[in-house]
């Protein structure tokens, strides 16, 4: 599988397939497409169903293939910001946020992801479920805005407000932390909470979270 992304602030990843090759969608995220690739809609068993239910995405998958020779299909951004590709493998699985998973190779799995920590979902604002993705293969997610990417050591950390973190790796960890002090909770404008996401790993922040977005034009 080829593919491009184009197009911004509004960008869409155009894949190449070559005859047999498959593409897997959560949500409807299909743009346009040649006439040779065939669309297919299952629940690909009642618990991933179920867990992909949890984690924001549709209880069922739409699975495309190329027929007959190469086949394009184009999957759009559905907001403002970037669409990243991710290259999965064993020991390299990525936890991203709520409907941030676009499409993918259909050898890459998504599953929830549950925080250990309840306050790192019920407060953090980044959500107690997540979305995990394994297997092999390109899977590409989009991002509110622009992203940032650290590559955090082992014990170091990195501190976020409500809504920026996107996705990590793996091997990241994420816990919540007051913010210190009545008056800087009350005052500050920033709100109760941060995100702490430790490494080892990398973790991918986004600069125009949605929330922040609404919040603004809700005074209008």
Not at 155 to 173: F, P, R
Request: proline content about 4%; charged content about 15%.
């Amino acid at each position: 599988m080829k593919y491009e992304i184009k197009g911004t602030p509004l960008p869409v990843a155009i894949c190449y397939l070559e005859t047999g090759e498959q593409m897997i969608t959560e949500r409807g995220s299909m743009s346009w497409m040649s006439p040779n690739m065939e669309m297919e809609t299952n629940a690909g068993g009642f618990g991933k169903a179920l867990g992909r239910m949890f984690s924001g995405e549709s209880l069922f998958r739409n699975t495309y293939t190329a027929k007959g020779g190469q086949g394009t299909i184009a999957f759009a951004s559905s907001f403002p910001g970037s669409i990243v590709p991710f290259e999965i493998q064993p020991g390299k699985e990525l936890i991203v946020q709520k409907s941030g998973f676009l499409a993918s190779e259909n050898t890459v799995e998504l599953s929830v992801h549950i925080q250990k920590k309840l306050g790192a979902g019920f407060f953090g604002g980044e959500g107690f479920i997540m979305q995990k993705l394994s297997g092999h293969g390109i899977a590409f997610v989009e991002f509110d805005g622009a992203v940032m990417e650290y590559d955090l050591a082992a014990g170091q950390s990195i501190v976020l407000d409500t809504g920026y973190l996107a996705a990590m790796e793996g091997t990241c960890t994420m816990e919540i932390r007051q913010v210190p002090g009545l008056k800087n909770k009350l005052l500050g404008g920033e709100g109760f909470f941060n995100t702490v996401v430790s490494g080892p790993g990398k973790v991918y922040i986004q600069t125009m979270p949605i929330n922040k977005v609404a919040g603004a034009l809700l005074t209008y």
